[in-house]
């Protein structure tokens, strides 16, 4: 086994099992896993373990749980509160395990630190791609199973975690098992939208369905959010479209709000007629399939030039029932300074049908139909400022809860054991009896803060 790190370290790494990766306590790999996108939390762990093998995580697991020392799988750092951080403990880099593994026609293997980018240039040249991407491509693939996974798919299709054929886990105890609705299926519907509770996924079989070559995107520009949110409401109950966002921008006259509807060509690529859209300012562009989804990473390349990749991103992201969702917006419209946002941020704000989520774990609002409100927030680099805007996204996640919302925990706010059990709901007792079976020590991903430690 490859080991390096400091002599202070030796001892509490004593009898790491050997294994075909690498296990880091130098001081960089632990300042690494101290941070993440959030920039908000820093918790710094004794070791890095880069597995190279489904089995060294099962391996490090096993050794963790015989010492009682916490660990977390690490995707690709993208959270934004510290989630996949562990203070003095073990974190698990995934990406040194970003295979893909094999593309057949209707089925993709991947181990589960690859990120989608990864899997759609595999996918692609097969004219296939997942059912569902996030806007950001980036993440990694046992990350966003791990938390929902939402994107301009999603209204057709779920979240990513409801589009999987089979998982294989690792669990809290250091058990290699492979699970599906048919094989262990407990452990299936527990690890998906399981937030890294009950296990470390290492590889995941996800379905394929046939990419659009070129697609046609428009962008459709409305006076106000009342008018947006209906056009949406309309959009996601008709035929011909592939995928549905939207967003409320700061703008020099106020807000902009807009819609966004992508159509596969070839075909007539057009947009349904009847919308309420200010037709002078609709825009339509030509782009590849992968265009469509590599526009964040195009946002993410300015912005790193500009150094402010690395500023703190306190962003909020929750689901709301279709009943409060345009007065929660509008609400928020009148209070939220655009400064919190900055000059890229955005509040995303789309539909989806929460009876199309196969997800036990997913919390979603009770109503048909189901708006996603993210405040995507790029702010000056401030950290005072950035602590103001986690206490300001608190107050929203009350109001959001308030008007029958839930959170899409992938969010910069503090929560209490008893904010979890209000999130899951009629589901805690299963989330309890899953830790107590998957994890009974309670040593994964403490960073979600949602059990104390034994
Ligand atoms: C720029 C950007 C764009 C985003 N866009 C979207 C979007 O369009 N849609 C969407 O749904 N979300 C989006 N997110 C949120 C994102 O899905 C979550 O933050 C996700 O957890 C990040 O994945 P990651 O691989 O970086 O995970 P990490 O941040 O590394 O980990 C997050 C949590 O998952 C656990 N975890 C990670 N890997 C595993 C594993 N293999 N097995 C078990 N647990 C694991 C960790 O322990 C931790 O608790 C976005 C985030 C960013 C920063």
Redesign the pocket.
Known sequence: MEMQGEPRHAGMLAGFPAVAGSLDAAPEAPATAAE???HLISRRPLAVLRPGSAHDVAAAVRWAARHRMPL?????????YG??QVEGGLV?D?SS?GAVRAVEPDRVVVD??A?WQSVLDATLPHRLTPPV????L??????????????GMTFRRG??SCNVIELE?VTGSGDLVTCSTMRHPELFDA?RA????F????RAVLPLVPAPEQIRLHTLTYRDAPTMTADQRRLLTMDGIDYLEGAIRPHSSGWQHVIEVAVGLPGDGGVPAGLSDDQAQAESADMSYLDLFRR?SQL?NQLRSTGAWRHP?P?L?SFLPDSTTDAVIVELLRTLDPLELGEYGRI?VYPFLPAHARTPLLRLPEDDVAFLVNL?RFPKNDPSLANDLVEANRVVYDRVRAAGGRS?P?SAVALTQADWKDHFGPAWPAVLDAKDRFDPRHL??P??EMFPPR
């Open positions: 993440d996108f959030g977390a799988a690490r995707g690709q750092g993208h959270s934004v989630r996949a698990v995934m395990l589960a630190g990120t991407l996030t806007d950001y980036g993440l990694s693939v046992g990350g966003t199973i791990s938390a929902g996974g939402i994107g979240f990513q886990v690890v399981g937030l890294g509770q296990g470390i996924i290492t964040l993410e991103h962003w992201n995303l995507v899409y992938v994964l991903s960073g979600q």
